[in-house]
């Protein structure tokens, strides 16, 4: 599946909810399904910045595909970074340096997010994107 299948598939599954409690109720069900980080890369290298939980992403790169594995100690952002992961994991870097973030905006994630957790999300990306940067480099 292509990143703008997967957030097609997120937008659909986020629309069959009435309210923004059944939506975090999901989003925390997502975050239990996250394919756990290794504990020996639970180190402060992999922290996100900017984030007020405590939240680790590891990056590794299997064939030409960046593959994302995380985890959070608090249970609403382990929810966000595991959408991040379904969309952008076992992706080529390239696409998830060009792959636009709007389906965030149309599920109305970002308005339903305190500010420090909002902010959170964005340096959540930033990594994300950050790794494949990186990751690009070594393949060209």
């Known amino acids: 599946m292509t990143i703008q299948e997967k957030q097609q598939e997120v937008i659909d599954e986020f629309s069959m909810f009435d309210d923004w409690m059944q939506r975090y109720e999901y989003m925390i069900e997502l975050g239990k399904s996250l394919p756990l980080i290794d504990e020996k890369y639970k180190i ?77 999300l964005v340096s959540m990306i930033k990594q994300l994107k950050m790794y494949a940067v990186a990751y690009q480099t070594q393949l060209n």
């Open 44 to 120: 402060d290298e992999n922290l996100i910045k900017g984030c007020q939980s405590r939240v680790w992403v590891h990056a590794e790169l299997e064939g030409d595909k960046l593959v994302f594995t995380a985890d959070s100690d608090a249970i609403i952002t382990k929810g966000i970074v595991a959408i991040l992961i379904r969309v952008f994991s076992n992706q080529h870097p390239s696409e998830i340096i060009e792959a636009d973030t709007k389906f965030i905006d149309e599920i109305g994630l970002k308005e339903h997010l305190s500010p420090t957790r909002a902010n959170g």
